[in-house]
């Protein structure tokens, strides 16, 4: 079982967790002929990710998780990372991340908003203030 | 049936010394002989992708710390083996194999290209000991 990076990782500036993989297994979806279709999150390829668990405790929004913890809301994002593998050439690890501290208040919102969205829309999403 | 074949090639101009230009141009069939000598030295020369063109360490392969029944990893052994595993695709390795150390909650490692061992070693996981299993 892998473990998977949660669509509470959306518009995350920092990258703690992209400096603490062992393997360069968490990658951003960057293809070269078109703007990317997918979430402003990061993704673990779960062919690359050797399950140190390194990544989890890096994490300010506490969105990286096993794929057996999962909480039904977000199970759909299992299948999202697995993309990584699958279409690998267009995923890349992160050249430049913006490294913000984030308040537990901020990660208590950001994981209600998702646990209550079934589905929210692009708009929804909050983006935060680069410090 | 042969000059068919030749047009077929892309054509390449290289510069050589003198003294291979005249042997060169004394063989029978240059096109053969080139072709035949860039691919054995292509695959015989170069040691990090063996003439393929793309280097062996990117396809790097780290044991999966779970399937080692290995703990977490602490950040200073996930950045001990960060740099390991930096180290290993520089040097083209295929694979880093990790094992529990005996006796100890360490990580013994073992860098791997093909059937050749680069280095072996331990990775200390102090750190880990706090870690819950």
Known sequence: ?131 | MYSIMLYMKTRVTFRVAEDLAVTLRSLPNQTAFVEAALREALRESCPACGGTGRAAGTGLRVSNLRSQSLGPLSRGSALQLKTLVALARHAAATDVRLERARESFDIDFMVVRGDTVLTRGTLSTAEASSWPS
């Open chain 1, 1 to 131: 079982m892998a473990v998977v990076i949660t669509r509470l990782c959306r518009d995350c500036v920092d990258g703690a967790c992209v400096d603490q993989c062992p393997v360069e297994a968490i990658v951003e979806h960057r293809p070269a002929d078109r703007v990317s279709e997918l979430p402003n999150q990061l993704f673990i390829d779960p062919d690359l990710c050797i399950c140190c668990n390194a990544c989890i405790p890096e994490c300010p929004w506490e969105a990286i998780l096993h794929e057996e913890d999962m909480p039904a809301a977000f199970v759909d994002d299992i299948a999202l990372n697995r993309r990584a593998f699958e279409k690998s050439d267009e995923y890349h690890v992160p050249v430049t991340r913006l490294h913000r501290r984030v308040t537990s208040e901020e990660v208590e919102q950001n994981r209600e908003k998702w646990l209550n969205a079934a589905e929210p829309a692009d708009d929804q999403a909050v983006p935060l203030p680069v410090a």
